[in-house]
C-alpha cells in the first residue's frame, strides 16, 4: 500500500445521488491507480435522515458499482470505527485538547443571547454575513455552574489569510477575519461537520480530500483547525458540482438521481462509472471506458474547473456501448433477472436465450429492452394491438395457415433450409413476402418489429412456431374485415 489514503465520507439521505457517486469515484479511482487505502465514513451526525436502512442503501449502491472499500463499515481497519456516531469519545478528546492549547474555549451563550446578537446586526445595516462573536471568547472565567449547557467553539485566528493548492481549482485564498468561532461540539457532544470531519480525516491518515466544490467554504475553517492541532494538512481536490441540463443543481426532478434507479433501468455499474467518469474528467476526445482504463488514466490534473451537465441521453449510448462490449453469456446473466421481474424464469445458461442474444445485442440499450426484446421466446405472445389489427387481419389468414403447412415439412428446423422453402413456396404461387412476413411476424412475435423472421422461427422451434402461426391464422379469420 503506498502512501495515498483517500475516503469517501457521504451523509445517508435515504439514497446516493449520483454526484456523491462521482465524487467517491474519482477518490476511488485515485486510490486504486496509486496501490493506496480507499476508506468508506459514514457521516451520520444528522441522526433524524442517518438511519440503518439509508445507510444500507449507500453501501449497496457502492457494493453494485463495484467501488469497494479497504477500510469502513462491514470491512473494518486499523482507524475505525468508520461512523461518525460512534467517534464521540474521540471528538471529545480533541476538543478538550484544543480547549487545553487555548485553541477553543467553552461558550455558554444562549439560544435569546445569539438570537438577539443576530438582530442587533440586521438592523445596523451593515452588508457583511452575521458572524456571532461569542463573550465568552476572551472571558477567562467559567460560569458559576460550568456544566452549565453549552457548546465548544474553535477561537478562529482573526488575522491573516488560510491558502491551499487545491487540486482541481488551484490556489485558493481566504481571509481569516471573514471566518467565525464555529462550533466544535454541540451540548450533546454531537461534532458539527467541520470538527468531525477534521478529526477523522486526521485520525483516519486521510492524505487528499476530495468532495464536491460546495464544501469550498469548509476548507479554510478545516485548515485551521488542522494547524490549531499542529497536524499536517492533507490535500484538497474540489469538483465542480454536476448539474442539470438547465444548468440547475441536479435534483430528482431533472433525472433519475439515485443511483440504484440505474440498476433498476436494466444499467451496467461499469456504464454508471464510464459516464459519471467523463462527466468533469476528460482524456482526450475518448468517451467510453473500462474501469481499467479508467484507473489507469485518470488523474486530478484533468478534471475540469467547470460544472458538467447531466446529459441522459449521452448516459444511455455510453450504456449500449458498455452492453455491445459484454460476452452473450454476461448479457443472459444480466437480463434474467428482468425477464423474472415479469415473471419470466429462465436460467441463465438457458440455451434459447444464449441463442436469441446475438440478434438482439446490436440494438438494444439497457438489460430492460433486451429482457423485453426477448421474452416472446419465453412466454405466450402479447400482441401489440396496432400489429394485430393491421397484420391478423381475415386477408392474411390463409397465407398464414399455408406457411404453416410449408414449414411444417421442413428439415431441419433452422434458419436456412426455412428460408429456402418459404422462397420456394412464395414463387410457386406467385405470392410477394410482403404478404405473408409481416402477420407471421406479429403472429410469432406479437410485434412489427423482430430479429428476422427465420432466425426467430428457429429459435423458437418447430412446434412453437407452428402453433402461433396456427393460432394467428384462426385470430386472423376471425378478425372483422376493415379496409387498411
Ligand atoms: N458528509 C459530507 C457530505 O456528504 C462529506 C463532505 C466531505 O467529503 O468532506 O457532503
Known sequence: MSEVRVRFAPSPTGYLHIGGVRTALYSWLWA??????????????????????????????????????????????????????????????????????????????????????????????????????????????????????????????????????????????????TLQDSILLRPDGMPLYNFGCVVDDLTMEVTLVARGDDHMINTAPQIQLYEALGAAVPKFAHMPMVLAPNGEKLSKRHAAVGVLEYRDMGYLPDAVINYLARLG???????????????????????????GRYDAKKFLHVQAEHLRMLSDEDIARGTVPFLARNDIDVAVDDPVLLKTIPYVKPRAETFIEVAEAVDYFFRNVEFDAKGKRKFLAPAYANNLRRLADVLEAVEPFAKEPLEHAVK?????????????????????????????????????????????????????????????
Not at 285 to 307: N, P, Y
Open 32 to 177: 486504486r491507480r496509486n496501490q493506496g487505502t480507499f476508506i468508506m465514513r459514514i457521516e451520520d451526525t444528522d441522526r433524524q435522515r442517518s438511519t440503518d436502512e439509508s445507510i444500507q442503501v449507500v453501501l449497496e449502491s457502492m457494493r453494485w458499482l463495484g467501488l469497494d472499500w479497504d477500510e469502513g463499515p462491514e470491512v473494518g481497519g486499523d482507524h475505525g470505527p468508520y461512523v461518525q456516531s460512534e467517534r464521540l469519545d474521540i471528538y471529545a478528546a480533541y476538543a478538550e485538547k484544543l480547549i487545553e492549547s487555548g485553541h477553543a474555549y467553552r461558550c455558554y451563550a444562549t439560544k435569546e443571547e445569539i438570537a438577539a446578537a443576530r438582530e442587533a446586526h440586521q438592523k445596523s445595516g451593515t452588508k457583511d454575513g452575521f458572524r456571532f462573536q461569542s463573550p465568552w471568547r476572551d472571558r477567562p472565567e467559567p460560569p458559576a455552574d460550568p456544566n452549565a449547557r453549552h457548546v465548544i467553539r474553535f477561537r478562529a485566528p482573526h488575522e491573516g489569510v488560510t491558502s491551499w493548492v487545491d487540486e482541481v481549482k488551484g490556489k485558493i485564498e481566504i481571509l481569516n477575519s
Open 281 to 307: 474528467w476528460s482524456h482526450g476526445d475518448q468517451e467510453i471506458f473500462t474501469r481499467q482504463e479508467l484507473i489507469e488514466k485518470f488523474s486530478w490534473d484533468r478534471v475540469g474547473t467547470t460544472a
Open 424 to 484: 420456394a413456396w412464395l414463387e410457386e404461387n406467385e405470392l410477394s413476402m410482403k404478404l405473408v412476413a409481416q402477420p407471421a411476424r406479429v403472429a410469432l412475435t406479437g410485434r412489427t418489429k423482430s430479429p428476422g423472421l427465420f432466425e426467430v422461427m428457429e429459435v423458437l422451434g418447430k412446434e412453437k412456431t407452428l402453433t402461433r402461426l396456427r393460432t394467428g391464422a384462426e385470430i386472423a379469420a376471425a378478425a372483422p374485415m376493415h379496409s387498411d
